[in-house]
């Protein structure tokens, strides 16, 4: 009896120490970091952070590929230094690294993972398309921004915050027979480049005769 | 399927005679089944009735199997005729495909505005900023940007970007149409990535 259960005290002992053992070891993870602007559009120089330690800039492609020694299950915080006129979307980024091989691959997967550096300005381009209307002023937020070529087209653009609003106005005060007079077109630049087209078309109001008054004509009822 | 069923023919005599079909050569000839009969039977005298019948069912038999045939014929012809039909509208598809490619026609109008409205979208081969020297580029700078602004207005990105693509490199010093090179590359890169990975742009 009592050997028996020195046994199964001996095997129970052996066991947590065979698994302590495993999960204790550093094992080797291959990590690929792609740094983004923008969906699909990689961003270079991306300082990356893994636990508080740098691995490394991104290259061309957005990308910087780390080594990184972990023990199975353990937990890494990705951060990442974003240049100048960019914003990493969220705070540190955490990562839970597992052990998975797959049978009839040779080498273990390399694990990817993706971050944001959003720009902080985003650009709007504005065409104006302004039919019987050429050469007028364009006025972006009451500022002169350009004016209409002879086919009555203007190419304008702005850098601005994400949510900022333009007024575009296309000025008819040099051509007062103009209508719509002075129309206004207000826009919202959202979170991405942007082309907001401004299509206006104008009538030409036939002048009044002034000078003359016409006489009114007489008519005699009996 | 086609194979006749065996026969029983009634006798004068008390003995009945079974024919089986089956092992008898059928021909499309009726010369040829009657030289057969001779042959094949030997006591057709004393059998005359028996091999009267066997005969008119071979030749029954003979004239199902040419109709069959008739019948196989026609629907090879007509179905070679439909093959044949279809080949050549592909192939004036074809022709007509080669030709959108080489005039670079854009893709369909999705503008509302009038058709009196519209400019002319087509970026015309003597339009080309390249192939223009600057006094002709800038003579017909008006031209072009309103070709780029019908462009853009038909949400034909793909043709807007290469048509102010050139123009950026023809007017180096007009920012607005790198600007424009950039946005369009950006609207192009989240269509793309919204086709493939159903991820939204922001």
Known sequence: MSVSKWTIALASVLTLVSCADSRSVDRPFSIVFIVESDPGLPLKGVNVLVDGKSIGKTDANGSVRAEILAIPGARLQIEQQCPKGHQATEDAKSIRVRKFERLEEAAPRTIQVTLKCKPLQRLAVFIVTARNGPDLPVFIDGNNAGRTNQLGVAQISRWGVPGTEYAVEIDTRADPRLLPRSPVHVFTLPDAHEIFVVNESFQLQERRRSGHRRRARITKIE | ?202
């Open chain 2, 1 to 202: 399927m086609s194979e006749p069923p065996t026969l029983l023919i009634p006798e004068i005599d008390e003995d009945r005679t079974l024919v089986e079909t089956r092992n008898a050569n059928l021909d499309c000839s009726l010369a040829e089944l009657s030289g057969e009969r001779g042959s094949s039977w030997p006591g057709a005298d004393r059998n005359a009735s028996a091999s009267r019948g066997a005969s008119s069912v071979r030749r029954k038999l003979g004239l199902r199997r040419c109709a069959e045939g008739i019948v196989v014929l026609g629907l090879v012809a007509g179905l070679a005729f439909v093959g044949y039909q279809q080949w050549r509208i592909a192939e004036s598809i074809r022709k007509s495909m080669s030709g959108f490619g080489n005039t670079e026609s854009p893709p369909p109008n999705h503008d509302a505005s009038p058709p009196q409205e519209r400019v002319p979208r087509q970026i015309e081969p003597a339009s080309d900023p390249n192939s223009m020297s600057q006094e002709t580029l800038e003579a017909r700078r008006d031209r072009l940007e309103s070709v780029g602004a019908a462009l853009i207005r038909a949400n034909d990105f793909e043709a807007a970007l290469n048509h102010y693509r050139a123009l950026a490199q023809a007017l180096p010093g007009e920012a607005v149409f790198r600007d424009l090179v950039l946005v369009l590359q950006s609207k192009l890169r989240c269509e793309r990535s919204l086709s493939l990975t159903n991820v939204g742009c922001p």
